[in-house]
């Protein structure tokens, strides 16, 4: 599955348009890897999300290509999130 998809699915992001921005901007990694909307995700990658005040690594546990609300989290699992100081 798409990256910037997953997002979507996976409630992360809220919008896919905004999933591919935020991955085409290089704010996002695939195990380690700078990724872009349609670099191809699977369960047991680990992705890392820089946004604004904060910074989240995720592994994927499970890929579907659509989730209700009560699913999206069980898509994936949070290893670390983190605050980052205003400038």
Avoid: H, W
């Amino acid at each position: 599955m798409r990256l910037d998809k997953f997002l979507k699915v996976s409630r992360i992001i809220k919008r896919r348009t905004l999933a591919k921005e935020v991955c085409d901007g290089g704010r996002v990694t695939v195990n380690g890897r700078p990724a872009k909307a349609g670099t191809e995700v699977q369960p047991g990658d680990r992705l890392t999300l820089q946004f604004p005040q904060k910074r989240i690594e995720v592994e994927i546990v499970d890929v579907k290509e659509n989730a209700r609300v009560d699913e999206a989290r069980d898509l994936y699992r949070v290893l670390r999130e983190e605050s980052l100081p205003l400038d």
